[in-house]
């Protein structure tokens, strides 16, 4: 009653404001009822999602296992039905024939591409060769291919011969002349590039001529393997080498030849101004500075002619 009194008594304004105050307590008081209320139905919506998303899953994975598998299936049996197996000569076989046979469409191209080649197929292991011919590819084509499992005896000698009659005449016919060949007709020999070719035109050059086949050995690049392929076509012509006129020649020049160095030219002009201008390489071998192997090697393109 006395707070009757007390709201009966205030003002207009005072009563206003205590109306005003009321109901923000009031509200204050109701939210986190209601924040309670709708935060623990959120939760439960949730759980439903969450139940729903997991049954149908569940229920899903099943069914897109089975639709794969099906798939699978049935491009297997179609595949098995499109496989017809019949006698055939695998020689110019038509693509369409090659996959009826099971083939894919790439493995029919490598077949199609070795025959083009002029690739042929003699005897049912031939077949087995291809690289994509797998095992179990010709297990079952093998008893329809219809080719000989082998070469008769007599068939085998003759392409032996034959072989070995065409390799023979290559070798024959093949024949370069190391003293006047030039860089194409050195890459006819087999293991010979641009490179190699260019390296012994420009070696011979600088020698003066090779007057032996051995000496191509010398050239950078020409191993032994390398020379063995080469000597059966290599021949040396009737070709004299340019000599070097040693008891006219300075340092410098006698330093150009590839077998002789800056020391070994100086102690040859040395030794002829002391003693003479040379008669023979005899002369040569009386100088200790120069060794058996560099006369050995130099001695063919000397020339001991004094000349006036």
């Known amino acids: 009653m006395k707070k009757l009194a007390l709201l009966f008594g205030m ?44 049954v149908h899953k569940a229920v899903s994975l099943p069914e897109r296992e089975e639709r794969r598998y099906t798939g699978e299936n049935t491009q297997i049996q179609r595949a098995k039905k499109e496989v017809q197996l019949f006698s055939f000569d695998p020689n110019n076989l038509p693509a369409e024939q090659w996959e009826q046979l099971g083939f894919t469409e790439k493995q029919v191209q490598v077949i199609q591409n070795y025959q083009a080649k002029g690739g042929r197929f003699r005897t049912k292991a031939d077949v087995a060769k291809l690289y994509v011919v797998s095992e179990a590819d010709f297990e ?23 072989t070995a009659d065409r390799t023979d005449r290559r070798i024959e016919t093949l024949r370069i002349d190391l003293a006047t060949a030039d860089t194409l007709s050195l890459q006819r020999m087999q293991g010979i590039g641009p490179v190699l070719a260019s390296r012994i035109v420009k070696f011979r050059e600088a020698l003066g001529g090779f007057h032996s086949l051995a000496q191509v050995k010398e050239v950078y690049g020409i191993s032994a393997e390398q020379y063995a392929k080469m000597e059966p076509s290599l021949i040396l012509g009737d070709n004299p080498v340019q000599k070097l006129p040693v008891n006219a020649l300075t340092e410098e020049t006698l330093a150009q030849h590839p077998y ?43 020339d001991f002619v004094t000349r006036d």
Request: charged share 30%.
């Open 11 to 54: 003002s207009e304004r005072e009563r206003k404001g205590f109306l005003v105050l009321s109901v923000l307590i009031g509200f204050i008081a109701i939210v986190p009822v209601l924040y309670s209320f709708y935060l623990r139905k959120g939760e439960q919506e949730a759980i439903v999602v969450i139940n729903r998303s997991i």
């Open 140 to 162: 079952r084509i093998a008893p329809y291919i219809s080719l000989p499992d082998m070469l008769p005896a007599r068939e085998k000698v003759v392409s032996a011969e034959k």
């Open 260 to 302: 002789i160095s800056w020391k070994e030219a100086r102690h040859i002009v040395r030794y002829r101004e002391q003693h003479g201008a040379f008669t023979a390489l005899t002369d040569l071998e009386k100088m200790h500075a120069l060794d058996e192997e560099f006369i050995r090697k130099i001695g063919p393109y000397l």
